[in-house]
């Protein structure tokens, strides 16, 4: 969903980052430029900063992710090209997101697409084992009754599609210059390459 939906210029993420941040200096003690290292270190090891906290300092996820998700959704703007794009799609369309479901509901209602998708899986339904954890894929396809040799998954993080590969699923990936995105790129996982969804599903659903 995050830099995929919508495009990284939006800088959403820098919101949470900064209040990520936030978070781990007042948890252990922290100057903001030592926050970011541990934010970071975190990010990179456990897949999420999340992850890396409940781990480390026993974390509970509700506190952490009720307080970053508190940000400002008005750089975002109602997209209905993506939205007539997505409801041309056929199948069911389902948000697979290591963001929680209050978030994911924001988002998809600021960019006017709340109604194109049939289910948001989150970090609470990964139990909180995220992206690019192959339990995640697993997880969402049993939970949804999806057959992954028929799916087609998106992500604007390059190493987030190879699991969802393994399992037989067509991958898309959202070169868009989001943080660490072409982290782990090969295309030896990566069957298609596209730098903006809208534009994209545009051409493939005309």
């Given amino acids: 969903m995050d830099n995929t939906l919508y495009p ?26 030592e926050a970011r290292v541990v934010q970071k270190r975190y990010f990179h090891e456990h897949g999420t900063t999340l992850r890396g906290l409940m781990l480390s300092h026993d974390v509970d996820p509700n506190d952490f992710l ?22 041309r799609l056929p199948g069911r369309r389902i948000v697979f997101t ?6 994911a509901e924001r988002v998809l209602a600021a960019l006017g697409i709340g109604d194109c998708f049939h289910a948001i899986h989150d970090v609470h339904a990964m139990r ?12 969402v396809c049993e939970a949804h009754g999806i057959a992954p040799e028929r799916a087609f998954f998106v992500d604007d993080m390059a190493h987030n599609l190879k699991p969802a590969h393994a399992l ?13 995105g072409d982290h782990g790129h090969s295309p030896d996982f990566i069957d ?4 903006d969804l809208t534009d994209w599903l545009e051409e493939l659903t005309r």
Avoid: C
Avoid at 171 to 177: E, H, I, L, S
Avoid at 192 to 195: A, G, N
């Fill in 98 to 103: 290591n963001g929680d479901l209050a978030y």
């Fill in 192 to 195: 298609h390459e596209l730098h």
């Fill in 8 to 33: 990284a210029r939006a800088n959403l993420f820098a919101q949470i980052d900064r209040r990520m941040e936030a978070f781990v200096g007042r948890l252990l003690g922290l100057g903001r430029d």
């Fill in 66 to 87: 009720d307080y970053v998700h508190d940000i400002d959704m008005s750089v975002l703007d109602p997209d209905p090209r993506l939205a007539a794009a997505l409801e």
């Fill in 168 to 180: 037989g699923m067509v991958t898309g990936w959202v070169n868009n210059g989001s943080e660490r």
């Fill in 128 to 139: 909180y084992h995220p992206k690019p954890d192959p339990r995640a894929y697993r997880g």
